[in-house]
């Protein structure tokens, strides 16, 4: 038996998040890892998964596999569940990877649970521990079926990095031409050198930065961070920052390793979309302000004072 990971891809690169799903599956010791991957990705991408722990990848390498067809990708990995006799299927929660778990779930009777945070329990069964409520709770389930999805919430797993080359093989499955009757006419991406929602940094701006020629200080403290800028949704709102770099319940859900949030209140909506942070910093001259109780760290100051300081500091110490 195996295990099969679905792996993402952005720009022929393999993302970080279908790096812990592989790690992941490395972990739950329940077989060979193979990894599938769809579209054109790089070569040495394809081997390197085996650094965080699959045996081999399966590449469908078809031109048409590049956009992300979640019906093709579907049946590819069903197609792929089956000639490798894995039972289980792992992979990164993500908006792609939802759609086709759910897919995937019906073509091959397979029970499902997303937003996984650890590793399976079978001592009794066969049960995950999810993270419901946006983060608020977690939750036993128990997987019943022969055959098992398991979709892992975004930075709940360190990525192993200690394996080998992956050998890589060709798999081109037989992938019905329905399933390529919708086409994506054009694509509209976020720009900016580090995007939300792979960020593993965030610093997020509110209306306490008082407008938009001051963004330039939360700009340069994410550059000297390696990191992606997020606002708050009052701040989109009025058209000081663009829509995409909106976080919270209604906008970009993220899940870094440290969320820095500047004159930010703490709305319940905008920490409904950050709550899956694994740190926390908050700079914000009200002492009183909600977010402080969610934060790991904080600091009780203006940010025209504190940023200014804190980005030099950061430099001087690289």
């Known amino acids: 038996m195996s295990i099969l990971v ?3 891809t952005d720009e022929g690169k393999i993302k970080k998040s279908s790096l812990e799903a592989v790690s ?5 010791n329940d077989g060979d890892v193979v990894a599938i991957a769809f579209g054109e990705v790089d070569s040495a991408e394809l081997s390197g998964v085996g650094k965080s722990g699959a045996q081999k990848v399966l590449h469908a390498a078809d031109q048409k596999l590049n956009e992300g067809n979640i019906q093709a990708y579907s049946t590819g990995i069903a197609a792929a569940m089956d000639s490798n006799g894995a039972s289980s299927l792992v992979m990164a929660n993500s908006s792609l990877g939802d759609a086709v778990a759910a ?12 937003n996984v945070t650890s590793l399976p329990d079978t001592s009794n069964g066969f049960k995950v521990t999810r993270s419901i409520y946006t983060g608020k709770a977690f939750a036993t389930v128990e997987l019943t079926g022969d055959k098992r999805i398991i979709a892992i919430k975004k930075n709940s797993v360190d990525i192993k ?5 992956a050998s890589v093989e060709n798999f081109a499955p037989e ?7 919708v086409k994506k006419l054009s694509q509209e991406k976020a720009t900016g050198d580090v995007l939300l929602p792979e960020a593993d940094i965030v610093v997020s701006g509110g209306r306490g930065m008082k407008g938009p020629e001051n963004w330039n200080m939360i700009e340069d403290l994410a550059k000297t961070l390696g990191a992606a800028t ?4 009052p701040v989109s709102d009025i058209g000081w920052r663009p829509h995409h770099e909106h976080v919270g319940q209604t906008g970009v859900k993220v899940s870094p390793t440290l969320y820095v949030a500047v004159g930010i209140s703490g709305a319940i909506q ?18 009183e302000a909600p977010f402080f109780k969610a934060a790991d760290y904080g600091i009780v100051g203006d940010a025209f004072e504190v940023l200014p300081k804190l980005t030099e500091a950061l430099k001087s110490a690289n």
Do not use: Q, W
Request: glycine fraction near 12%; charged fraction near 20%; hydrophobic fraction near 40%.
């Open 103 to 114: 897919r995937v779930a019906i073509k091959t009777g397979a029970s499902l649970a997303s």
């Open 230 to 233: 997020g606002c708050s949704k």
């Open 24 to 28: 992941y599956a490395s972990a739950m």
């Open 175 to 181: 992938i019905p031409e329905s399933d390529f009757g």
């Open 270 to 287: 905008h920490l409904a979309g950050v709550n899956s942070s694994k740190y926390i910093v908050v700079i914000n001259k009200d002492a």
């Open 161 to 165: 990095e200690d394996g080998g080359d």
């Open 6 to 8: 679905f792996v993402e």
